[in-house]
């Protein structure tokens, strides 16, 4: 049988849920998509990471998973730039919430204060607070803040009342204000020499 022929095969048993059959179609392009990813990002953890969620789509996705010219490569490498895309709009729009959240609740007067904060420190901070609201909370912030969506328009597609939507999006944003806040109270103290509360 040929390599072509070799690597159908193993996917007819992957289809089927042969995991052994997966690790040697991981092992035959791993290295190929991992090259592909390293392309595209600029750190090699983050090229691994990319490598694993390849993978995973190929799992999850087995059935509708395409060969061209009798090879998965190319579906695997085309997936491989579909997950970097999507890696970098989650980082784009995590950005622009983390500026909103800040241009609504930071005053003009302190700018200045701002530009002294170690910003890892507090997109950490918001991070944190945004990982700890519930799925929910993360969607509708998400909707409503980064997507523009009106809380009318979230409670039809969520299929919740309108209040409720403007509950959990009040609620998510005080949360996301509370940590910024303590982020730059935090910076604040450290920069006059005090000690953090």
Request: proline share 3%; net charge positive.
């Amino acid at each position: 049988m040929d390599e072509a022929g070799d690597e159908q095969a193993l996917w007819a048993r992957v289809l089927i849920g042969d995991d052994i059959a997966f690790t040697a179609i991981f092992d035959l392009h791993a290295a190929r998509v991992h090259r592909q990813a390293r392309r595209l990002v600029k750190d090699e953890r983050d090229a691994e990471d990319v490598t694993a969620m390849v993978f995973f789509e190929a799992w999850r996705r087995r059935g509708s998973v395409r060969f061209v010219n009798d090879s998965l490569a190319g579906w695997l490498l085309v997936t491989t730039t579909n997950v970097v895309r999507n890696r970098e709009r989650s980082r784009v729009r995590y950005e622009a919430l983390l500026r909103k959240v800040r241009v609504e609740t930071v005053p003009d007067h302190a700018d200045a204060v701002l530009e002294s904060v170690e910003r890892p420190a507090m997109q950490a901070q918001v991070r944190g607070a945004f990982d700890r609201l519930s799925a929910r909370d993360q969607e509708i912030l998400t909707l409503c803040v980064i997507e523009e969506l009106a809380p009318v328009d979230v409670a039809r597609v969520l299929r919740v009342p309108a209040g409720t939507v403007r509950m959990r999006l009040s609620r998510a944003k005080a949360r996301l204000r509370a940590a910024v806040h303590d982020a730059q109270q935090l910076a604040v103290m450290t920069e006059i020499g005090g000690t953090a509360p």
